[in-house]
């Protein structure tokens, strides 16, 4: 069965930063486009930052630019979202997800996804 397994959420302070991982189980996800996405309580979900198969391509939500980075490590399946300068806003749990695709882009149609981590940002 295909996984995606993030880890690396937890408790930062305002200005801090944080480094999600998430792994995939199956070397398909190799040529996936992959997506980090968050939402936070009586939000919807949002697309936060999108990567191409080799990491050629990336796009960012707005409120993220300048401030998290999403890169991926073709040989470990592992794709990771740096987050620096974390704001209270920024709190939410987040989700790795994979598209069947090579296309990057603000689409959130997304085939595959993991659980979850929690990021709490305090201020």
């Known amino acids: 069965q295909v996984q995606l397994v993030e880890s690396g959420g937890g408790l930062a302070q305002a200005g801090g930063s944080l480094r999600l991982s998430c792994a995939a189980s199956?070397?398909?996800?190799?040529?996936?486009?992959m997506g980090w996405f968050r939402q936070a309580p009586g939000k919807e979900r949002e697309l936060v930052a999108a990567i191409s198969w080799n990491g050629g391509r990336t796009a960012y939500a707005d409120s993220v630019k300048g401030r998290f980075t999403i890169s991926r490590d073709i040989a470990k399946i592992t794709v990771y979202l740096q987050m620096n300068s974390l704001k209270p806003e920024d709190m939410a749990v987040y989700y790795c997800?994979?598209?069947?695709?090579?296309?990057?882009?603000?689409?959130?149609?997304?085939?595959?996804w993991g659980q979850g981590t929690q990021v709490t940002v305090s201020s």
């Open positions: 997800a994979a598209r069947r695709t090579t296309v990057v882009d603000t689409s959130t149609r997304y085939d595959y």
């Open positions: 199956d070397n398909t996800f190799k040529l996936y486009t």
